[in-house]
């Protein structure tokens, strides 16, 4: 058996966040990970020297309304800069042949230099080596004797935590932790009800040795109802990096690589030209294949934005001794990288605050 003040579940962003915050007012903790990596639905395709040059998670930010993000980067002293939207996008399949029109981009967005992966390094390197264990998946919760959490994950000693976070998506703690039986039917009902934002999407990165798009007045941005991508944008990092990312429309169960692989090159090239023949990358990352980030609720229902949920997902449960954090329990942008951030925050002060006043 061991022992923490506070014990956080999943390290990605929202328990990155909490377990920054937790450490910044004195309060070590211990983050637990399923996975052997951390950042979650946050993961980055890098170059041979570790280089990001290309999101295969998010990409966007919106400053202007979402106000935790850019106090966060000024923080970590991360930069942003704009998502490439001049020229005419390529509309695809609403005719007959792609057509070239403008088609304004979103107000306002903003992508993270070199990516959020750096989001992800940043909040990470301020945390002692001992803080993140990964390759630990929780599988239950139960009530000590002494009122404490007992934590067990397979392979690992019982952790006992003064309170605990849980940072994993919505619906895996409800198809895959079990709870203290105080706990009440309706609030794991709730649970198993949140759909994690993007968990069943499959994105695509395209590299190419050149932004080819932009020389014929392409903004590289794509709106198809042929498919396989239903859009498609222009993706080159600040230091120059050509690349398009895009978004697939084909359901999980058919998503095999090289077939898919194929068709996504065949309409770049049908929508921006020949030079879309000769990519110099192409990497598709399937969130459905995420073991701890899709759950079957996710993968087998129709994609959902999450609403905002009730406050029961941002209250104190169990005595003030858990809390959830992921992104989707926020009140502002749930779901959103603005929502990990906010519910981590306010997780980890709100735990931090009766651990001191437990002291
Ligand atoms: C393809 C894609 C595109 C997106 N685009 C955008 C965008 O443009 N802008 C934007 O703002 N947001 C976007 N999002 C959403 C954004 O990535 C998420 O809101 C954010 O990363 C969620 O962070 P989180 O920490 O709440 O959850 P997650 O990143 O899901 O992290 C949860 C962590 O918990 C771990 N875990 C799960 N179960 C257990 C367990 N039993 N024990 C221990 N650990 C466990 C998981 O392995 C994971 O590391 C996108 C997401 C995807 C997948």
Redesign the pocket.
């Known amino acids: 058996m061991t022992e923490t003040q506070l014990a956080i579940?999943?390290?990605?962003?929202?328990?990155l966040t909490a377990a920054r915050v937790a450490h910044e007012t004195g309060i070590p903790s211990r983050l637990?990970?399923?996975?052997d990596r951390?950042?979650?639905?946050?993961d980055s395709l890098r170059s041979a020297g570790g280089g990001i040059v290309g999101d295969l998670?998010?990409?966007?930010?919106w400053p202007p309304f979402q106000p935790g993000v850019p106090r966060w980067l000024e923080k970590l002293g991360l930069d942003t800069f704009e998502q490439y939207d001049h020229g005419e996008a390529v509309l695809d399949g609403f005719a007959d042949g792609p057509v070239r029109q403008p088609l304004p981009g979103q107000h306002g967005m903003a992508r993270i230099a070199p990516g959020p992966g750096a989001l992800v390094d940043a909040m990470a390197a301020a945390l002692p080596d001992d803080t993140i264990q990964t390759g630990?998946?929780?599988?239950a919760i139960h009530r000590h004797e002494d009122g404490r959490l007992q934590i067990e994950?397979p392979g690992q000693p019982p952790l006992l935590a003064e309170r605990v976070l849980i940072?994993?998506?919505l619906r895996?703690v409800a198809e895959?932790?079990q709870l203290p039986p105080e706990v009440s039917p309706q609030l794991q009902d709730t649970l198993g009800a949140m759909p994690?934002?993007?968990?069943a999407?499959a994105?695509a990165v395209i590299r190419y040795p050149r932004p080819f798009w932009r020389e014929s007045g392409l903004s590289g941005r794509i709106a198809s109802r042929l498919g396989p991508l239903f859009e498609a944008h222009d993706h080159t990092a600040p230091e120059g990096g050509a690349a398009l990312f895009g978004f697939v429309a084909t359901p999980p169960e058919h998503r095999d690589r090289a077939p898919l692989r194929e068709a996504i090159i065949a309409q770049l090239t049908r929508c921006l030209g020949p030079d879309a023949a000769l990519p110099s990358e192409v990497v598709i990352h399937d969130?459905a294949e995420e073991t701890?980030?899709c759950a079957d609720a996710d993968r087998h229902g129709p994609p959902e934005h999450p609403r905002v949920g009730p406050d029961a997902l941002r209250a104190g449960h169990l005595d003030g001794r858990l809390w959830f954090c992921?992104?989707?329990t926020a009140e502002q942008?749930p779901?959103?990288?603005?929502?990990?951030l906010l519910?981590?925050e306010a997780a980890a002060r709100a735990a931090v605050q009766r651990l001191q006043g437990a002291a």
């Open positions: 579940i999943g390290a990605g962003l929202a328990g637990l990970e399923a996975s951390i950042g979650g639905r946050i998670g998010p990409t966007w930010i630990c998946a929780v599988s994950a940072a994993a998506p895996i895959r932790i994690t934002w993007m968990a999407q994105k969130w701890w980030i992921a992104a989707e942008s779901g959103l990288i603005e929502g990990a519910a981590g």
